[in-house]
């Protein structure tokens, strides 16, 4: 039997950010799921006029972002900058449009529905047009707390998470590549995406340092707030230090997580397992535990090195997910998915 989706009229869907690596990623889950596109727009900066990008075997050219673009289109992603999201997303919805928004813009304003289909999707029925999809860090680690919280409740979690370079952009991915390149021939790295040399190294900051955040960076912040937000915890304890590593694509995350209720390390790794979108792969006796490598391409939140603290009733976990799919593409697909499946869109 067809779903809602599959059977939906074709919509007109514009794509904000198309030549961004999560916009061409969009494109990417957009056709492998058959999502219901009759026609789509890809635009993106000015400088990008001209080009075209294939999207079901087409050659479509990209245009220029603008208020004007957005006449008769249903549905748009907003994969860009945060200030063009904020400029453009009203323009977009004052013309009849829905906007899902993958930047921080919206995401923490009262009004604007933070959305993880398989946590929250009921958030979707209050929606004023702009739905926010949230950071590809918070994604994994939400779907890692969510199957915790509903078997025993969450007190408090501590997490350090490990995060590819893809996750700040192509100019960022370019950046390892070009030093990795750089150091293979004897020559110094040169760093301007990133605040030091990210090839060979380990740096202890996403993003950038707020002086108003008392030594957190921008990123963490993120990850405190919007955590609140979809698990509907706000006043979860989160403590968080985010880190970026020399991976090309795939975030990874550490937790000690404290539950209220007592949760021993199977039940925890039942509900993880039972949970959709989620799957455990941990087996200590055969070094089977998940790493970015194993999410790279895929949409699972993989989960492992689930065991209890030494010293106290916490569990320690693991978990990966593709920072550029469910981290961003994915779920941004699977919102306009459930939009059509109630009736929202
Ligand atoms: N990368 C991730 O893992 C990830 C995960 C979750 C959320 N996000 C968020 O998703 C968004 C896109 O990230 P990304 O990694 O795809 O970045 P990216 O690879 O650097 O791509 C940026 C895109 O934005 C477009 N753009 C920039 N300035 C523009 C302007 N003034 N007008 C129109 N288009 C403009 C670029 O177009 P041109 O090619 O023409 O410059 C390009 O298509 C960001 O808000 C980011 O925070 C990223």
Redesign the pocket.
């Known amino acids: 039997m067809a779903s809602a989706v599959s059977s939906h009229p074709p919509l007109s869907v514009a794509l904000?950010?198309?030549?961004?690596?999560?916009?061409e990623t969009i494109l990417e889950v957009l056709a492998e799921r058959d999502f219901p596109v009759g026609r789509l727009l890809p635009l993106?900066?000015r400088?990008?006029s001209g080009r075209t990008l294939r999207f079901r075997g087409e050659e479509l050219a990209v245009r220029e972002?603008e208020p004007a673009a957005f006449e008769g289109v249903d549905l748009v992603f907003f994969?860009?900058?945060?200030s063009?999201s904020k400029e453009l997303a009203p323009e977009a919805v004052t013309r009849g449009a829905v906007v899902i928004d993958?930047?921080?813009t919206w995401r923490m304003d009262e009004r604007v529905p933070l959305v993880i289909p398989e946590i929250n999707p009921a958030a979707l029925e209050e929606h004023e047009g702009i739905i926010a999809c949230p950071?590809?860090t918070t994604i994994g680690v939400a779907m890692a707390l969510e199957p915790l919280r509903r078997a025993a409740g969450l007190r408090r979690v501590v997490v350090t998470t490990l995060q590819a370079t893809?996750?700040a952009?192509?100019?960022a991915s370019e950046e390892l590549e070009a030093q990795l390149a750089a150091l293979a021939r004897n020559e110094e790295p040169v760093a301007t995406v990133f605040p030091s040399p990210i090839a060979h190294n380990v740096l202890p900051l996403c993003e950038r340092f707020d002086p108003d955040d008392d030594g957190y960076s921008t990123e963490e912040m993120k990850l405190l707030h919007e955590t609140r937000k979809i698990l509907g915890e706000p006043d979860l304890d989160v403590s968080m230090t985010c880190v970026r590593v020399p991976v090309p694509v795939g975030h990874s995350a550490s937790l000690l997580v404290e539950c209220e209720r007592a949760l021993s390390p199977e039940k925890a790794r039942r509900a993880l397992d039972a949970f959709p979108g989620v799957r455990v792969v941990d087996d200590c006796a055969r070094n089977v535990f998940p790493t970015p490598r194993d999410v790279a391409g895929g949409d699972e939140v993989l989960v492992g090195r689930v065991r209890r603290d030494l010293t106290s009733e916490r569990l320690w976990l693991w978990q990966v997910v593709d920072?550029?799919r469910k981290?961003?593409a994915t779920n941004g697909v699977q919102i306009a998915e459930t939009l059509i499946e109630r009736g929202l869109l």
Not at 16 to 23: I, S
Not at 79 to 82: C, D, E, F, K
């Open positions: 904000v950010g198309a030549t961004g690596l999560v916009g993106a900066s400088r990008s972002a994969a860009a900058t945060g063009l993958k930047s921080n950071n590809c893809s996750g952009g192509r100019e920072n550029l981290g961003a």
